[in-house]
C-alpha cells in the first residue's frame, strides 16, 4: 500500500463529498447527499416494510453505487461468488448496526458528511464510532472471526446485484408499487439520474480503492497502516470545502440538518456501528461494495440492515431529529451493544480453543 | 526495512492469522494490508523476506506470493 493507492483513496473521497454537496444542492436533504443507512432505510419504506411516511423513496443512490461496483468488479476480475461464512450472524450484525446508525442519524459516511457541514453531533459520534473499532480490534487481536468463506455459484454470487436491477427497473416501469414520501427527508430527493450516475461513480471508485470508513481506523488500531484513512479525510475535506463554497456550512450541535444534540446516544448509536462494521469486515459502504462483488455473506448483511431498518420505525426505535432516540430506541441501542459484545466475545473464545 | 527485491507475501482467511503467523517467522516480517492487486479485500497479509516454509503456514493461511516485476507470483497456496 504506497502512495499510488492513497492517491487513489484521496481522489475517491474527493469524488464523494463532492457528490454529496451536489446531491444536496439537488435536492437532497442537508448533509446526506450519500447516507447508506438512510437510503437503505428510505427503501425499505418506498418497498412497505414499515411505514413511516416520511421516510419513504427508492433511493437510485443504493442502486448506482451496487451496480457501478458490480460492473467494475466483473470487468476487473473482481467479481468472485463467495459465501458460507456465518451467514445468520452477520444478518444479526447488520441489523444491530442499522439500529445504532439511526439512532445517531447516519452511517459512518453522513457522520463525515455532517462533519463537513459543521455538525459537532457528528464528532460525538465519531468519538463513539472510534471506540467500537477500537473494542472490535480488541477481540480481532485475541482471535475474532467470523470464519472462512468458501466459493458460490455465479448464480448467488449475481443474485444481489441483479435484485438491485429489478427494484430499479420496477421503480422506473412501476412506480404505482412503490410508496414516496410526501413530506419529511424521504420526500427530498435529487433527480433520478443524477443520483443514479453519483451512485455509480462512487460504487466504481469505492470498489477499486476498497474505500472503508472503517476500515481506515481498524488498520490504524491493528497496523498502524494510514492508507485507508486518507480516503475518510478526503471525503472530509471536499465536503466541507464544497459545504463552504455553497454557503450551507454552519458550525455548531444546535439546529444542524437531521440530526440530534443528545450526546451520550450519538456516541452509544456509532460504538454500536463501528463494533458492528469490524466484526462484519467493513462499514455500511463496504458491505453494499463486497456485496456486489459476489459475497452473499455481505449481502446477508445489507438484508440485515434493511430489516434492522424496518423494525427501527416499525417500534419506534430510531431517533427523531431534534429529539433524539426515546426510550425504545435506548433500550435498543444498548441490548445491540450488549448482543454485539457477547457474540464477539463467543467467537473469539471458540477460535482461541480451535487454535 | 524489508528488502524489496526479495519479499514475498503471505496473505490470510482472518487478521488473526496473520498474527500468528506474524509472531512465528519473528522480526524478518511485518504486517500490513493486503495489496490491491492481490485482492479487493481488506484483510491483513504479512510481507517477509526469508525462505518460505510451508511448515510455518496453518489453517488461517490463504496463499503465498512472491514480487514478480510490478506484481506478484503465487508459490504456494492452502
Given at each position: 500500500?504506497?502512495?499510488?493507492?492513497?492517491?487513489?483513496?484521496?481522489?475517491?473521497?474527493?469524488?464523494?463529498g463532492?457528490a454529496?454537496?451536489?446531491?444536496?444542492?439537488?435536492?437532497?436533504?442537508?448533509?446526506?447527499?450519500?447516507?447508506?443507512a438512510?437510503?437503505?432505510?428510505?427503501?425499505?419504506?418506498?418497498?412497505?416494510?414499515?411505514?413511516?411516511?416520511?421516510?419513504?423513496?427508492?433511493?437510485?443512490?443504493?442502486?448506482?453505487?451496487?451496480?457501478?461496483?458490480?460492473?467494475?468488479?466483473?470487468?476487473?476480475?473482481?467479481?468472485?461468488?463467495?459465501?458460507?461464512?456465518?451467514?445468520?450472524?452477520?444478518?444479526?450484525?447488520?441489523?444491530?448496526?442499522?439500529?445504532?446508525?439511526?439512532?445517531?442519524?447516519?452511517?459512518?459516511?453522513?457522520?463525515?458528511?455532517?462533519?463537513?457541514?459543521?455538525d459537532?453531533?457528528?464528532?460525538?459520534?465519531?468519538?463513539?464510532?472510534?471506540?467500537?473499532i477500537?473494542?472490535?480490534?480488541?477481540?480481532?487481536?485475541?482471535?475474532?472471526?467470523?470464519?472462512?468463506?468458501?466459493?458460490?455459484?455465479?448464480?448467488e454470487?449475481?443474485?444481489?446485484?441483479?435484485?438491485?436491477?429489478?427494484?430499479?427497473?420496477?421503480?422506473?416501469?412501476?412506480?404505482?408499487?412503490?410508496?414516496?414520501?410526501?413530506?419529511?427527508?424521504?420526500?427530498?430527493?435529487?433527480?433520478?439520474?443524477?443520483?443514479?450516475?453519483?451512485?455509480l461513480?462512487?460504487?466504481?471508485?469505492?470498489?477499486?480503492?476498497?474505500?472503508?470508513?472503517?476500515?481506515?481506523?481498524r488498520?490504524?488500531?491493528?497496523?498502524?497502516?494510514?492508507?485507508?484513512?486518507?480516503?475518510?479525510?478526503?471525503?472530509?475535506?471536499?465536503?466541507?470545502?464544497?459545504?463552504?463554497?455553497?454557503?450551507?456550512?454552519?458550525?455548531?450541535?444546535?439546529?444542524?440538518?437531521i440530526?440530534?444534540?443528545?450526546?451520550?446516544?450519538?456516541?452509544?448509536?456509532?460504538?454500536?456501528?463501528?463494533?458492528?462494521?469490524?466484526?462484519?469486515?467493513?462499514?455500511?459502504?463496504?458491505?453494499?461494495?463486497?456485496?456486489?462483488?459476489?459475497?452473499?455473506?455481505?449481502?446477508?448483511?445489507?438484508?440485515?440492515?434493511?430489516?434492522g431498518?424496518?423494525?427501527?420505525?416499525?417500534?419506534?426505535?430510531?431517533?427523531?431529529?431534534?429529539?433524539?432516540?426515546?426510550?425504545?430506541?435506548k433500550?435498543?441501542?444498548?441490548?445491540?451493544?450488549?448482543?454485539?459484545?457477547?457474540?464477539?466475545a463467543?467467537?473469539?473464545?471458540?477460535?482461541?480453543?480451535?487454535? | 526495512?524489508?528488502?524489496?527485491?526479495?519479499?514475498?507475501?503471505?496473505?490470510?482467511?482472518?487478521?488473526?492469522?496473520?498474527?500468528?503467523?506474524?509472531?512465528?517467522?519473528?522480526?524478518?516480517?511485518?504486517?500490513?494490508?493486503?495489496?490491491?492487486?492481490?485482492?479487493?479485500?481488506?484483510?491483513?497479509?504479512?510481507?517477509?523476506?526469508?525462505?518460505f516454509?510451508?511448515?510455518?503456514?496453518d489453517?488461517?493461511?490463504?496463499?503465498?506470493?512472491?514480487?514478480?516485476?510490478?506484481?506478484?507470483?503465487?508459490?504456494?497456496?492452502k
Amino acid at each position: 500500500m504506497g502512495i499510488r493507492d492513497k492517491g487513489k483513496l484521496c481522489i475517491t473521497g474527493a469524488i464523494i463529498g463532492a457528490a454529496a454537496v451536489v446531491l444536496t444542492l439537488l435536492g437532497n436533504p442537508g448533509n446526506m447527499g450519500f447516507c447508506i443507512a438512510c437510503f437503505i432505510r428510505d427503501t425499505a419504506g418506498a418497498l412497505h416494510l414499515h411505514t413511516a411516511p416520511i421516510v419513504e423513496y427508492a433511493r437510485p443512490e443504493i442502486i448506482g453505487i451496487i451496480l457501478g461496483a458490480f460492473a467494475i468488479s466483473a470487468v476487473r476480475g473482481d467479481f468472485r461468488p463467495r459465501g458460507g461464512s456465518s451467514p445468520v450472524l452477520r444478518f444479526i450484525i447488520g441489523f444491530i448496526v442499522m439500529i445504532g446508525a439511526l439512532v445517531f442519524l447516519g452511517c459512518p459516511l453522513r457522520m463525515v458528511l455532517r462533519l463537513g457541514g459543521g455538525d459537532l453531533n457528528a464528532l460525538v459520534g465519531l468519538l463513539g464510532f472510534i471506540a467500537g473499532i477500537g473494542i472490535g480490534c480488541i477481540f480481532l487481536n485475541n482471535g475474532f472471526s467470523l470464519g472462512k468463506a468458501g466459493r458460490q455459484s455465479g448464480l448467488e454470487g449475481a443474485a444481489f446485484p441483479s435484485s438491485a436491477v429489478l427494484l430499479f427497473v420496477l421503480f422506473l416501469a412501476f412506480p404505482s408499487l412503490f410508496l414516496f414520501s410526501e413530506s419529511g427527508p424521504g420526500s427530498m430527493h435529487a433527480p433520478v439520474a443524477a443520483a443514479l450516475g453519483a451512485g455509480l461513480a462512487v460504487g466504481v471508485a469505492a470498489e477499486r480503492t476498497r474505500l472503508c470508513m472503517a476500515g481506515g481506523i481498524r488498520d490504524i488500531f491493528l497496523v498502524r497502516d494510514f492508507t485507508l484513512i486518507s480516503g475518510f479525510a478526503a471525503i472530509f475535506a471536499a465536503s466541507l470545502i464544497g459545504n463552504i463554497a455553497a454557503g450551507s456550512f454552519r458550525i455548531g450541535f444546535a439546529d444542524q440538518p437531521i440530526s440530534h444534540p443528545m450526546h451520550l446516544w450519538n456516541f452509544l448509536g456509532m460504538l454500536a456501528v463501528g463494533l458492528g462494521s469490524v466484526m462484519l469486515g467493513g462499514c455500511p459502504l463496504r458491505q453494499l461494495i463486497l456485496a456486489a462483488e459476489g459475497s452473499s455473506d455481505s449481502a446477508m448483511a445489507v438484508l440485515g440492515m434493511m430489516a434492522g431498518a424496518a423494525a427501527a420505525h416499525n417500534f419506534s426505535l430510531a431517533s427523531s431529529a431534534g429529539t433524539g432516540p426515546g426510550i425504545n430506541g435506548k433500550i435498543a441501542v444498548v441490548a445491540g451493544i450488549i448482543i454485539l459484545l457477547a457474540a464477539a466475545a463467543g467467537v473469539t473464545y471458540r477460535e482461541r480453543r480451535k487454535a | 526495512m524489508l528488502d524489496p527485491a526479495d519479499i514475498k507475501v503471505a496473505t490470510f482467511h482472518s487478521h488473526y492469522g496473520a498474527l500468528m503467523f506474524h509472531k512465528r517467522m519473528g522480526g524478518d516480517s511485518v504486517i500490513r494490508p493486503v495489496p490491491r492487486s492481490l485482492s479487493s479485500s481488506c484483510g491483513s497479509a504479512v510481507f517477509f523476506t526469508s525462505a518460505f516454509n510451508p511448515s510455518l503456514a496453518d489453517e488461517n493461511t490463504e496463499a503465498v506470493y512472491v514480487k514478480d516485476g510490478d506484481g506478484w507470483r503465487e508459490i504456494w497456496r492452502k
